[in-house]
């Protein structure tokens, strides 16, 4: 909501109204938002007509370059689906690339859309006999951000957007040459990408969003030949979000889900067999395997930017991963000669977000099951690695002492002992996007603040207590999805099976406190343990107490 209002206000400052009216991809159809954007000048606004619902625009000339201060405006419900393509470069098929100004600050500002995009770096060429060395695989154009990559002095604003499937991929080293009596040549290094979905060099904002299933994959390094090492791979960064470092950046991440976004290293590079000339026929040892990727912040890697700003509000970072490069293999050795050590794996860190540098405000935020992949690669710091200016009520499933400083309104799960969120299903909970809310019984209900945040990332209300406000906060929930109350009154129902007494209702039932009373005049909130059996909360007492007890359920 607060990312609807800003974005009014400067949409009311001025400018021209440019309608989208055709699906296609060209500069000759006046009607494209190719053409829009081309014509575009500073203070436009771009939207689109409500004949293009169903359909998809997707690009086949290249990424929309944008060159002015500009607002685009996709549907209402977010529906409208821009997919990046070109036919002549299978490398850049990112959507939007916004360019330095000459001066000032760029605004660009996208809402209502859903992106998906990529880019890639060229593979590495191989080795020859003249030079025998594979050279290194190329960075995906500008580092990453397969939907939208901004350079500096840039501010781009984000809201109601869904990005799905993008990818920034690095290239793969080239392999060495090899043959008879050709001198030892290494295999060429992998590329790294950084940012999935965005790569940010200025200031970005990003309100009300989803962010599924982007990655960030480092590229695999090229194998060594006559003894030499094979070549360290390229690393895996943000899966969905890359900020890289530029004085004064600012970031803030407001209402946003991030969930099952992967940072992926890429594998080292095998070894080359000994060096083998067959008119010497010497002993000779294989190259040693490259050391594989790294793979830092499955959701978000945060260069560093500038203190103060905003940061991390109200947004659920949940199931992320990181998942590191394996070591090249050494290569065997040749008459007699030793194999060559295997590469070392790469290290994974920040499965949620990674801080290289400066800390970040962070409150309200939930980060929970992000982690290595495979399963037994063990994360630094899983959830966040790296410092945090935490500003409190934020929940962490598993923290260790690579994040922090936390402070005592935060909630802190162990690696060995991870707090669990209880959160429900990847899906739509109202809103124009899939989110994720609490389930009865999550920690992260009624433990957090407002922070000047009215509205959760669906537009509902917050706060809302629904089980009695805990933790010092207001009774708003922490993450980006705030539970309502339960609007069907819930059913008490009561059983007496021998010994047993069974107290049973729906399930969920928020909003609804079981209480106990000995005389129907006192009553307290239950002390006895509840369990979810299906869709029913249960209370079991074996045996029943003894004496008078009343049960019922109040409305807080």
Wanted: glycine share 20%; aromatic share 8%.
């Amino acid at each position: 909501m607060l990312a609807t209002l800003f974005l009014s206000c400067i949409h009311a400052a001025g400018g021209n109204t440019l309608t989208v009216t055709s699906y296609a991809d060209n500069l000759g159809n006046p009607f494209t938002l190719r053409t829009a954007i081309s014509k575009s000048k500073d203070g436009d606004t771009i939207v689109f007509s409500d004949a293009l619902n169903g359909f998809t625009i997707t690009l086949l000339n290249g990424e929309l370059l944008i060159t002015n201060s500009l607002t685009i405006i996709g549907s209402a419900d977010a529906s409208l689906p821009i997919v990046g393509g070109s036919v002549t470069n299978s490398l850049n098929k990112r959507v939007f690339h916004v360019t330095s100004p000459a001066m000032g600050t760029r605004t660009v500002q996208i809402s209502g859309l859903q992106l998906q995009g990529s880019v890639a770096g060229a593979n590495g060429t191989n080795g020859n006999p003249g030079s025998p060395g594979g050279s290194a695989g190329g960075e995906p154009a500008n580092g990453g951000g397969g939907a939208i990559y901004c350079d500096v002095n840039t501010l781009l604003v984000v809201s109601n957007c869904y990005f799905r499937g993008c990818h920034a991929v690095g290239g793969n080293g080239g392999n060495a040459y090899g043959g008879n009596c050709v001198p030892a040549s290494q295999g060429g290094l992998g590329g790294s990408a950084c940012g999935g979905a965005i790569f940010s060099l200025g200031d970005c904002f990003l309100f009300d969003s989803t962010f599924y299933t982007n990655t960030a994959v480092g590229g695999n390094g090229g194998t060594g030949a006559q003894g030499g090492n094979g070549g360290g791979a390229g690393s895996g960064s943000g899966g969905a979000l890359c900020i890289g470092y530029h004085a004064g950046n600012d970031l803030k991440i407001v209402n946003c889900t991030f969930y099952s976004n992967v940072a992926d290293g890429g594998n080292g590079g095998a070894g080359g067999a000994g060096y083998y000339c067959i008119t010497e026929a010497l002993p000779a040892k294989g190259g040693v395997g490259g050391k594989g990727g790294d793979a830092q912040g499955g959701a978000i890697y945060i260069d560093q930017i500038d203190i103060p700003a905003t940061g991390s509000i109200h947004s659920t970072i949940l199931m992320n991963y990181c998942s590191p490069g394996t070591g090249g293999t050494g290569g065997a050795g040749v008459f007699g000669g030793n194999s060559g050590a295997n590469g070392p794996a790469g290290s994974a860190s920040g499965c949620g977000m990674y801080l290289a540098a400066l800390p970040i405000p962070v409150s309200n935020t939930l980060f929970a099951e992000n982690h290595g992949l495979p399963n037994n690669v063990l994360a630094s710091g899983p959830d966040v690695f790296g410092p945090v200016q935490s500003q409190g009520y934020n929940l962490v499933g598993a923290a260790d002492n690579m994040s922090g400083p936390w402070i005592n309104s935060d909630l802190l799960g162990t690696v060995n002992n991870p707090l669990k969120a209880r959160l429900g299903a990847f899906q739509n909970n109202g809103g124009d996007m899939p989110t994720i809310a609490p389930q009865e019984g999550s920690p992260a209900i009624d433990a957090g603040r407002q922070g000047g945040f009215p509205f959760d990332q669906t537009g509902q209300m917050r706060p809302v207590p629904v089980a009695g406000i805990v933790n010092g906060g207001d009774g708003s929930d922490i993450g980006a999805f705030e539970v309502q109350c339960s609007t069907a009154t819930p059913l008490l129902v009561i059983t007496v099976t021998g010994q047993t007494l069974t107290i049973s209702w729906p399930a969920p039932s928020f909003c609804y406190v079981l209480q106990q009373s000995p005389d129907l005049l006192n009553w307290v909130n239950s002390v006895f343990p509840m369990n979810m059996s299906g869709a029913q909360n249960q209370v079991i007492l074996n045996p029943a107490p003894a004496g008078p007890i009343f049960f019922r359920l109040i409305h807080l």
